[in-house]
């Protein structure tokens, strides 16, 4: 494709994108596809010959366009809602037109630097020590699965070598996201030791259950080796008391990781440094800036106090990527699995350049506020219980009716197309979620759902 | 930022985007900046208030653009050489826009059947198994780490529970990729149970020392559980001897895994369909368009004969992420460890159709002819040595003389900004590489980086 072409091309998806932008509602929130109906209408083998651009963005718009369900809606209140914000895109767009790769230092310096520079300008903004080594993955698990290695490298630092160690334990509560187990999986702890901690009647992790949980393995001969503690669960953003955690990790000896990957952006705001309470005890952190960052998919960054156990990890430094050793000059891929590293910290330098600390405060300020004003709403509506306490952008309620009514809900809601919620499970009731995030949402949007779901 | 804005600005970075591809000499290939000088250029806090889109790509061009390696030019031959192409680069720009997400098949289906669709185009043109099932990860590292962790479930299953296994036993040979290395150590294989297995003259592993090590290590009680082999290893583009490796796959029962990271793209030709002899009989094979596909960094495809052992290696499935299970509705993130999925099929969809399979079956090609001609002008050129044989688009040589002048010959040829190889090392010795793979590398580039090299 020639520069010219390119350059036509370009613009025309532009122009669609910013279209796309300025009728947020020309599609359902939620795809109304049938399972397979995209692959049917698609041919079986690849064209031996090529095509026209033209023609291939035409089959975009006709056939792959009504199979997404739209994140960048302001109706999408599902899962943790996020934003494709325009200066979240334009960086997108130059991250692949420049296709830097930063497998070393010197195979995009400006990559590795601005990477640095730009969570640190994050961490110093969340409140975090501004030691603290800070590293993009593509998603949180990948986060999650790099801290609990460290963690195990550090209890054990011949693991690496033997794959032999003693039985490890890790602890998180029973509302701990999924990906915590899923990383302990694929490390090899196994799934059987991941120690499922109770939760308080706010879905909080019991620090006592913790502590005992901890000295009855160490009776049992077990290894503990790691707490995971959530700052703004995925069911319903509960904030495990990391103040009265971070003691006894301390205490004894064990790593302690942070998963912030939702709520690690409300701690920009001033009004929500009190989330990180105790976060400066912690030994690494996840928050991905493509929850409630305004970013597109994927950003998550991994916070690390001694970066150099995730070195000793994961560096090998093979002979044909050895280069100088300037401490300058830092080679991401000695931190972690992934040798390839995507230029990611252009778009998040862009947004937090773009719309500026204060800005980003407020969005996220106006996200809690009407999801508490909406949970207030809910509360004093007869035959409709909330379902948990609502510290941030997230509102969890049920109406008093079964399950299955409650369900049935919640598809006739989403069936309708302008709005997209999800569900989880709590205290083993089917609960409806309503998640705030999207910058494009507006006040009317949130109480519009509520009216439908009510309705 | 208004639709208004994002279209104003999103023309201003696809002209700039489409001027730099015009240009693609502008720039030193290797970026001149020094450790510290990109970091040295930026503030040290992020701002409070906001700032106009201008004054951050004025930014952008001035501070960052110095600091980049320039991956998409022509002169950019260094480890594997690959290209944002045009079609690659808009669909990244409506990935981003788009922000789908394809944590569950219905938070996009067109996300998942388009990543289902575009693997099977692809896999077909490369001969595969039509049965085989593709995923895409970031990188070839996360790929591998995905395929050993299923070897590992096959052949113990109770291991994702109970973090417990005999001692499991891998062969690579010492030709393999350091991700081969690092997805063992992360999962918890171990470092010391990765055994490199001997190369034949033409760094291909030979086959009855595979054997010897797989009986060694039964007689020693070991429990060997996969191969990795390699074809297009990092260093030669070496191939291992597949149908020769396959059968002793099968007689001890081992996971039979191909890293074709690079290579796997030239399958692609009808002339090396070849390459790919005896993979029908693997079980895993990794291959990313990101490195010869003209793909824009990041695209690793997994390919798997039995997915369901993925999904037992790593499917959780909580409630909250629970979904009608209908069997066309595939949930990718019940097969690996992430759960956001990136819509990266868009960009693979786009370069298949806009080139076919035939331009691309083209350029590859006459990428292995160049590097075939250059290699036979090199072995003809009195006091110089090709060290590798050439099967594929990359060179391998030196000068004979030490190897401090070897590497002095490619700094110098490296900061003249023209052109970018890197190195590697055989038999002990300091060996210059020329990797074609850029498809705006013409021949005349590949002789000129020689040109200067002999000069």
């Known amino acids: 494709m020639s520069p010219d072409e390119f350059r036509r091309m370009g613009h025309k998806v532009v122009d669609w994108l910013a279209d796309y932008q300025q009728h947020p509602t020309r599609y359902p929130v939620l795809s109304r596809v ?130 032999k160690w003693p039985t490890l334990r890790l602890y998180c509560s029973e509302q701990a996201h999924s990906s915590v187990e899923k990383g302990a999986m694929a490390l090899g702890i196994g799934l059987d030791n991941v120690v499922k901690i109770a939760t308080d009647d706010q879905f909080r992790m019991d620090p006592s259950a913790l502590r005992a ?7 049992y001969g077990y290894a503990p080796f790691c707490i995971v503690a959530t700052v703004g669960t995925t069911s319903t953003t509960s904030i495990d008391p990391v103040p009265q955690i971070a003691p006894i990790a301390r205490e004894f000896n064990l790593w302690l990781h942070i998963d912030a ?5 409300a701690a920009v705001s001033p009004k929500f440094h009190w989330l990180l309470n105790g976060a400066e005890h912690a030994d690494s952190l996840v928050t991905n800036p493509h929850k409630w960052l305004f970013t597109p998919v994927d950003l998550s960054i991994l916070y690390c106090r001694q970066p150099e156990l995730l070195r000793e990890a994961f560096s090998l430094v093979p002979e044909y990527l050895r280069s100088a050793q300037d401490p300058r000059a830092l080679n991401y891929m000695e931190y972690g699995v992934a040798l390839g590293r995507r230029f990611r910290a252009l778009k998040l330098w862009f947004i937090l350049r773009y719309y500026g600390r204060e800005e980003i405060s407020r969005m996220i300020e106006e996200h809690v506020r009407w999801a508490q004003e909406l949970s207030e709403v809910i509360a004093r509506e007869p035959g409709w219980e909330v379902c948990a306490p609502t510290p941030l952008s997230v509102v969890c ?19 309708g197309g302008e709005i997209f919620l999800s569900h989880t499970v709590l205290h083993g009731k089917y609960v409806i979620r309503i998640a705030i995030g999207n910058m494009f949402t507006t006040r009317d949007h949130v109480f519009r759902a509520w009216e439908l779901v009510s309705a």
Do not use: C
């Not at 990957?261 to 952006?265: I, L, P, V």
């Open 34 to 163: 049938k399972p397979g109906e995209v692959t049917d209408a698609l041919p079986l083998h690849g064209p031996n010959q090529g095509e026209a651009m033209e023609a291939i963005l035409h089959d975009f718009e006709k056939t792959i366009v009504p199979g997404l369900t739209h994140w960048n809606s302001p109706g999408f209140m599902a899962y943790f809602a996020n934003t494709a914000s325009g200066p979240g895109i334009l960086g997108e767009m130059l991250a692949a037109g420049l296709n830097a790769n930063g497998i070393l230092w010197k195979t995009s310096p400006a990559l590795t630097e601005l990477e640095q520079v730009t969570l640190g300008w994050l961490r110093d903004w969340m409140g975090l020590p501004s030691s603290w080594f800070g590293m993009i993955h593509d998603t949180a698990s990948i986060s999650t699965l790099h801290a609990i290695a460290a963690a195990r490298v550090r209890r054990v630092p011949e693991a690496r070598l033997t794959g």
């Open 213 to 219: 949980a901890v000295e009855t393995d160490l009776a």
């Open 261 to 265: 990957a939702y709520a690690g952006s």
């Open 397 to 415: 309620f049920r109406k008093a009716v079964s399950d299955a009514e409650n369900e049935a809900i919640l598809n006739r809601v989403n069936a």
